[in-house]
């Protein structure tokens, strides 16, 4: 099967770049294919699932967010906010996880300090009120 040349970017870089065979993008109508010599044009991505088939070495999968395709002189590139690997979609959800949990702890931290805080300036004010009073009765 002739091919094509594939350029996929990520906000966080380069994803794919080479020869390509095939291309299935996820657009607001459903799907939209490539293949070899097919006329320019370019369009909206949608989120959703993106195939592509490497020569010689079959079909790869991807999960693509917002983002838009240019198809021009045989050579398409995909500008995308994230594009990840089946296999890092697992590990990225465990990683956001990990975060959301840092952060839960340090907001925790936060409400503990705070109180922590508030009560140690009562005892101070407090105190200088009780050193007040017995500085005005000897006074007396």
Do not use: W
Request: proline residues 3%.
């Amino acid at each position: 099967m002739k091919a094509f040349h594939l350029k996929i970017l990520a906000a966080e870089g380069l994803f794919y770049e080479g020869e390509c065979e095939s291309l299935i993008l996820p657009i607001s109508d459903g799907h939209y294919g490539i293949l070899a010599d097919h006329q320019n044009t370019c369009a909206a991505i949608k989120p959703g699932t993106l195939e592509f088939t490497v020569p010689e070495e079959g079909k790869r999968y991807a999960v693509i967010s917002n983002g838009t395709f240019i198809m021009e002189d045989n050579e398409v590139t995909i500008l995308a906010i994230t594009v990840e690997r089946p296999e890092d979609v697992e590990i990225n959800k465990k990683r956001r996880a990990e975060e959301e949990e840092y952060e839960e702890r340090m907001r925790q931290q936060s409400i503990k300090e705070y109180k922590s805080n508030r009560l140690r300036i009562e005892r101070e004010m407090n105190r200088l009120k009780v050193d007040k009073k017995n500085t005005n009765q000897d006074l007396d």
